[in-house]
Structures are given as structure tokens and as C-alpha cells.
């Protein structure tokens, strides 16, 4: 049964199952929902909490502009609210990406992570401002066509949003990207690590097997003939690649 909460910024975050937590972050664009699947897999051992990013599903517009370190402090106050002293973290796409941001900050948190299509950050300046000016072409085309613009995956479906606006301005304060992001530290990560990219999710899968060089405990899994949102593609494999990582944590 499905635990549903909203802290003190109205952030909606559900939990579901008991036992060891897994606290799940999806990408820019989906909601809480898609991770559905996993919910009727791993809730049999785990407790799944889950969160929607502000201006997306059930959480509100930020009245003040999101950043990356205020998002990875609603994740840590989501935690504290389930009493989650340490957990394990799955990421999509930008969530991905916030993962690594909370590892960084708050590393005694965190058993281990899973890393789903994930973009660790951009060393060029040049691939940066490419990256940046079609994020603004994003928000500016959610502004003006509203959510019948919204584009990706199987992990997005526009009737879950209360409106373009939120998303419009959380693409800009969350995918824009100002410095190297993860990359300078990746490293010295020092738990566990499962990188997941589906083969056909070509912009990601460079930025995969990076990860797994680099990543001193990374293992990583190409998901055959899944794309961005390979959890949903192809869920059984995504569930047993992650039961099996799960499996060898160390307590």
C-alpha cells in the first residue's frame, strides 16, 4: 500500500513495500509513475520511495528557481521523513544525474547507486552551450505550445502535469549545464555502483561505458533493444540486473 506525503515544499513522494529503502528519482519530463514496474517487482523486499520533481506529477511549481543542490536536499529530506538512514539510489536521465549530486553530499547516505541513461556532465564548454541552447528551446517551446510539446520516451505522458509552466521552468533551473558536473569526481565514488543504458539509447551509451571506466566499483549492463526508458522497455531484464546488484551489497 502506497504511502502518499508532501513535505514542506509540497514535493509528493510515496512509499511502497517494506524492508531496505530504495529511494527512486525519475528524468526530466515523467513522474513517479514510471517506475511502476519496479514497484511490483522489488516491494516484496525493499521499500520503493519514490518523489516527483517540483512542476511534474503531483508536486507543485517551486515558488523559487529549483537548482540541482536544492533538489538533492529535497531528496534528502524525503529520506528523513521515511526515516531512511542510509539507502540505495535509482536514477533516469537527469535523476541520474541528481544521484550522483547526493552521493557527493551526503555519501553516508547512500549504499549503493543505479545509474539508468544517465549523463554524468560535459567537459567541452562548446558541447555545454550546444546542450544549454536546446534546453532553452525546450522551455521556450513548452511555454508557447504548452504540453502538447512535451517530448520523450515511454517515461512521459503529458496528462500526468498540471502544466507546462512548472516543467518549462524546471527544465532551465535542472538540465542546464554550468560546469563539468560529476565528472571531475566520479572517481572517488566508493560504493557500489550499477550503470544501466538501453543499446538503442545512443547518446547515453558513450557516456555508459565512460562511467564504467572510470566508476572505481561500477558494473555496467547494456539492456539489448531498449531505449532511454529501458526499465520500462525491457523491465525484466532492468529488474533482475538490479535484484541481482541488490543481492551483493555489501549490510
Known amino acids: 500500500m502506497a504511502r502518499p506525503r508532501r513535505n514542506g515544499t509540497g514535493i509528493h513522494h510515496e512509499a511502497h513495500g517494506q524492508g531496505a529503502p530504495i529511494l527512486l528519482t525519475h528524468g526530466f519530463g515523467a513522474t513517479s509513475r514510471m517506475w511502476d514496474e519496479q514497484i511490483e517487482e522489488f516491494t516484496d523486499r525493499y521499500r520503493l520511495i519514490l518523489w516527483d520533481l517540483p512542476g511534474h506529477g503531483g508536486s507543485p ?8 543542490d536544492g533538489l538533492v536536499k529535497e531528496m534528502l529530506a524525503i529520506l528523513d521523513s521515511e526515516n531512511a538512514d542510509r539507502a ?6 537527469a535523476g541520474g544525474a541528481l544521484t550522483l549530486r547526493f552521493w ?3 555519501p553516508a547516505r ?5 545509474l539508468i541513461g544517465t549523463m554524468p556532465g560535459l567537459r567541452s564548454g562548446i558541447a ?5 541552447g536546446q534546453v532553452d528551446e525546450l522551455a521556450a517551446t513548452l511555454e508557447r505550445d504548452g504540453l502538447d510539446a512535451l517530448e520523450g520516451g515511454a517515461e512521459v505522458d503529458p496528462r500526468l502535469h498540471a502544466g507546462p509552466l512548472g516543467l518549462a521552468t524546471v527544465a532551465r533551473a535542472l538540465l542546464t549545464q554550468r560546469d563539468d558536473g560529476a565528472l ?6 566508493d560504493v557500489p555502483v550499477l550503470i544501466l543504458v538501453g543499446s538503442e539509447d545512443k547518446p547515453n551509451l558513450s557516456a555508459a561505458h565512460f562511467m564504467a571506466r572510470t566508476v572505481p566499483h561500477a558494473r555496467e549492463v547494456v539492456i539489448p533493444r531498449a531505449n532511454h526508458a529501458a526499465n520500462i522497455h525491457k523491465s525484466t531484464a532492468v529488474n533482475a540486473a538490479i535484484r541481482d546488484f541488490l543481492g551483493r551489497l555489501p549490510p
Do not use: F
Open 61 to 68: 511549481t517551486p515558488r523559487s528557481a529549483s537548482t540541482p
Open 88 to 93: 540505495v539510489l535509482i536514477g533516469l536521465g
Open 104 to 106: 557527493r553530499d551526503y
Open 110 to 114: 547512500v549504499r549503493g547507486l543505479v
Open 128 to 132: 555545454r552551450e550546444i546542450w544549454n
Open 184 to 189: 571531475p569526481w566520479l572517481a572517488e565514488i
